[in-house]
């Protein structure tokens, strides 16, 4: 199985700070990375596919970069509803294996 | 709009099956890739296992033994049907729409873009 390891775990910012969190697969993945933000009590919600491509609504402070095994997900200008959990997730094969997440709290 | 809920018993016993049902709206499940997907309280996420388009199926390897995911499409529903079940098994469970990239000559499971809100599934006696 692909493990996903993110870095950090837990990562601490105020509002307006520029964050990224790093996604590491075990193997090659090419492009199949999907980034997901999951709010207390909410489900996850998709940001990011295919590596770098924003899924429709969500805001351009978001992007994403990366390919093979090596992936970063950047926050342009952290925004108050940007305080969540975040998930990679690879889709190359099965099982679609997630990352451990990296929870963004406020300083 | 494309619409996930999912149902079943919220407490099952030591040993017994768990069963779920996910029943999907504004969309056909004759379409892409269905999965369920769960999140023990405090951790992270674990893919279970999907359906496809075809009726085909993939599971988790260690999961495998012990899980079915099936599909009635006359009431566009999927379900999952997990056995001897433990105390490890309680999560919240989702199930969530895979949606499908065909560019490479067949179609393959690409990401999650519309999820259930989630049922916590205890297993406790």
């Known amino acids: 199985d692909i493990q996903m390891t993110q870095s950090p775990s837990s990562l601490s910012a105020s509002v307006g700070d520029r964050v990224t969190i790093t996604c590491r697969a075990s193997q090659n993945i090419t492009k199949y990375l999907n980034w997901y933000q999951q709010r207390p009590g909410e489900a996850p919600s998709l940001l990011m596919f295919?590596?770098?491509t924003l899924f429709r609504g969500v805001p351009s402070r978001f992007s994403g970069a990366g390919s093979g095994t090596d992936f970063t997900l950047t926050i342009g200008s952290l925004q108050p509803e940007d305080f969540a959990t975040y998930f990679c997730q690879q889709s190359y094969i099965t099982p679609h294996s997630f990352g451990q997440g990296t929870e963004l709290v406020i300083k | 709009q494309v619409q996930l809920r999912e149902s079943g018993p919220g407490l099952v016993k030591p040993s017994e099956t768990l069963s779920l049902t996910c029943t999907v709206s504004?969309?056909?499940?004759?379409?892409?890739?269905w999965a369920w997907i769960r999140q023990p309280p405090g951790k992270g996420l674990e893919w279970i296992g999907d359906?496809?388009?075809?009726?085909?199926?993939n599971y988790k390897s260690s999961l495998k033994s012990r899980v079915t995911i099936s599909a009635d499409k006359s009431k566009n529903q999927f379900s999952l049907s997990l056995r001897s079940v433990t105390a490890a098994d309680t999560a919240v469970y989702y199930c969530?729409?895979?949606?499908?990239?065909?560019?490479?000559?067949?179609?393959?499971?690409?990401?999650?873009?519309?999820w259930g809100q989630g049922t916590l599934v205890t297993v406790s006696s």
């Open positions: 504004g969309d056909s499940i004759s379409y892409y890739y």
């Open positions: 359906i496809s388009y075809s009726g085909s199926t």
């Open positions: 969530a729409r895979n949606k499908w990239d065909c560019s490479g000559g067949g179609c393959r499971p690409y990401f999650f873009d519309f």
């Open positions: 295919a590596a770098s």
